[in-house]
């Protein structure tokens, strides 16, 4: 609770957005009151509270999980079955399940068999993967994602970390949150380093480079391909997040941070193109999909890709279905 109420005492002190709400307006103009709206860099004061707690944090529950046995029995890390998928193996039932990893223990937790759980539409994706002219390219089980699969099983979350994210989402936004209770603390993951690598091939890549991630989150997502550019423009929409950004490690790349919803070369430091833009598991949880995509689609230059990852399936609960 002490850690609460400095977190929110510390993010007080930060100026609310200039001109929030406005209308964005087309690249070169100015908004009515002289300047876009955007979220204010935080102070050093604001950022030094705010790195003393998440660091506290931190330190907890690393003396935590040397001092637990929490660590959670692995017998095997495997990919499902062909045979498991068109059962849909894993899909979990019921309206108040989300498509995540609910529940996802095959007999006792002693025994160690940890099947990780997810909602998919096996019918569906075979009828995708007939579709003309649809280039597939198989994802493996690779040494990367297996050992990133059982460093998390060894060392879990410690409870004070949940605690102290528990808490502060009652006061905080719930992302907000996560920048102080996760710190140093991976805990998303998409593809591994070499998979990126073989995905991207034929983009210009390293020297050069320049990369778009938007919503980019804590950096877990973005940070395994980010060595392969120059420049990765990252986007947030509030200052905590922003901050957690710039002190993700890259790999050496340089990176831009821009606290903005706006997809615009006068609200991306002026750039008017990226080689690949990246939208991340953030298309099912935004307000306006379309437009998002259309403000992509408009900085990608002939041939430049645009990458999409997707829940599945992309409706993460029930309600959102009927709207």
């Given amino acids: 609770e002490l850690i609460t109420e400095g977190a929110t005492r510390a993010l007080s002190c930060l100026p609310p957005p200039a001109a929030e709400g406005a209308q964005p307006a087309a690249a070169g103009d100015v908004e009515q009151g002289g300047t876009p709206a955007t979220h204010p860099e935080m102070g050093a004061a604001t950022s030094s509270a705010l790195w003393t707690l998440s660091v506290l944090v931190s330190g907890i529950g690393a003396v935590e999980s040397l001092l637990s046995r929490d660590a ?18 894993g899909t979990l039932g019921g309206r108040d399940f989300l498509p995540s990893a609910y529940d996802p223990w095959v007999g006792p937790r002693a025994a160690g068999l940890l099947r990780l759980r997810y909602g998919y539409d096996a019918a569906r994706l075979a009828r995708l993967t007939r579709r003309p002219g649809l280039d597939l390219t198989p994802v493996s089980l690779d ?22 994210w528990r808490a502060l989402k009652r006061r905080l936004y719930h992302y907000d949150a996560g920048v102080l209770a996760f710190h140093a603390f991976p805990r998303n993951y998409l593809l591994s380093p070499d998979h990126w690598k073989a995905l991207l091939q034929g983009m210009p890549l390293g020297c050069g480079g320049v990369a778009l991630d938007v919503g980019a989150g804590d950096g877990s997502l973005c940070s395994p391909y980010a060595p392969l550019f120059d420049t990765v423009a990252v986007t947030e929409l509030t200052s905590p997040l922003c901050w957690r950004l710039k002190a993700t490690h890259m790999g050496g790349c340089k990176l831009e941070t821009y606290a903005t919803a706006e997809l615009t070369p006068r609200h991306l430091g002026g750039r008017s193109h ?9 298309l099912d949880r935004c307000k306006d999909p379309s437009r998002m995509l259309a403000q992509m689609h408009a900085l990608l230059p002939p041939g430049g890709w645009l990458v999409v990852a997707v829940v599945l399936p992309p409706l993460q609960v029930r309600g959102q279905a009927k709207r």
Avoid at 72 to 87: F, H
Avoid at 145 to 164: D, G, H, I, N, Q
């Fill in 143 to 164: 040494a990367q994602t297996e050992a990133w699969v059982r460093a998390r099983l060894a060392r879990p979350a410690a409870a004070s970390r949940l605690a102290v």
């Fill in 274 to 282: 990226f080689d690949v833009a990246f939208c991340l598991n953030v």
């Fill in 72 to 89: 959670l029995p692995c017998r095997e890390v495997r990919e499902a079955t062909a045979a498991e998928l068109r059962a849909s193996v």
